[in-house]
């Protein structure tokens, strides 16, 4: 494993290879794997697949994480915010959305909005008071549009870096809402720092036997309260190129045609919002040309969409919650 290095020759970030590729591909399968089930998986030797990816691990270059969602637990709602800044205050509106508990998505975009942030809010009683107040009076921002997830299609710990045959299935259609117990709650805490804890330590933090924690992990994935997430910035995995596409589609046309974006191998996370684009589609690409075949290609093939307006994303500052510094994710709980 080569090291990256800035224009200083200082290191920055372990360069991938095939192994480590690999090594990320079966983990991205299956996030909570025994090294010697991602050895097997592999055809890599179980201490060379656990070295690997400590060595990511340690390096800030990758994390398994638990993706709680609040749809599926029936508390709070998820807005995107599509935000102008005055000249020049972008950088500083990024670092103060960064800064906020409450953002999950932070990227500089190329496009009519300068920023665009995906924000979780406990209650949906908050959101008045983020949108018209919280947002606005944050130094810089010239203007804030906010458009209410309704439904997601695929999430983005779904995306592999090697594409898959496709599941005809999807993301499943959103169960009854199910609020977690506590017990659920400092687990889900506890995944949401290192989603490759034990049993052991979920019990612990839980105050419950092994047993009874292996029954509410169980219990929360099949009712998607939480996903598990192969945290890893998609340049380092060789797609440096990504783009988040509003869709204005007629209505009797979403749901087949977000069934079809949603097996696109290119589709990071997909979502049904509110305001005038119905979907919300994150895509990333190998370049530049790569991107112009999905955004006029594959759009322009389907049926039923009216319209579309892309923003490259030129520079994430925030994802799942974790703050970046380039390719490298920022300290647990940050």
Excluded: Y
Excluded at 66 to 81: C, F, M
Excluded at 123 to 144: C, E, N
Excluded at 151 to 178: K, L, N, T, Y
Aim: net charge negative; aromatic share 2%.
């Amino acid at each position: 494993m080569n090291m990256v290095t800035s224009s200083k020759g200082n290191p920055l970030i372990p360069a991938l290879d095939d192994t480590d590729l690999a090594c990320l591909i079966a983990l991205q399968a299956e996030p909570r794997a025994s090294w010697r089930e991602l050895g097997a998986a592999t055809g890599i030797a179980e201490r060379t697949v656990a070295r690997r990816i400590k060595r990511l691990m340690e390096a800030d270059a990758l994390r398994v994480i638990a993706e709680p969602d609040p749809l599926a637990t029936g508390r709070g709602v998820v807005l995107h915010a599509w935000v102008r800044c005055r000249s020049g205050r972008v950088p500083e509106v990024a670092e103060q959305l960064a800064r906020l508990d409450i953002s999950q998505l932070v990227v500089t975009l190329a496009g009519s909005a300068d920023l665009m942030a995906e924000l979780t809010l406990a209650d949906a009683a908050d959101m008045p008071d983020v949108v018209t107040r919280v947002l606005p009076s944050i130094d810089g921002v010239d203007h804030v549009e906010a458009r209410l997830v309704l439904r997601p299609f695929r999430r983005a710990g779904q995306w592999r870096i090697q594409a898959q045959a496709p599941d005809a299935a999807g993301e499943p259609a959103p169960a009854s809402p199910a609020a977690l117990t506590e017990p659920e709650q400092r687990m889900l805490g506890h995944l949401m720092r290192d989603g490759r804890a034990s049993l052991a330590e979920l019990a612990e933090q839980a105050g419950v036997s092994e047993p009874t924690a292996q029954r509410l992990l169980q219990n929360m994935v099949e009712r998607r309260a939480l996903s598990f997430r192969v945290e890893v910035e998609p340049a380092l995995v060789g797609f440096p190129v990504e783009a988040v596409i509003s869709v204005q589609v007629r209505p009797q046309a979403v749901d087949a045609l977000a069934a079809h974006l949603a097996l696109d191998p290119n589709t990071r996370c997909l979502f049904g919002t509110s305001g005038a684009s119905q979907l919300f589609w994150h895509v990333l690409c190998r370049d530049s040309l790569h991107l112009w075949e999905v955004v006029t290609r594959r759009l322009g093939e389907l049926d039923g969409v009216l319209n579309s307006e892309v923003g490259v994303v030129m520079r994430a500052h925030k994802r799942c919650g974790i703050v970046r510094a380039g390719a490298r994710l920022g300290p647990e709980g940050a």
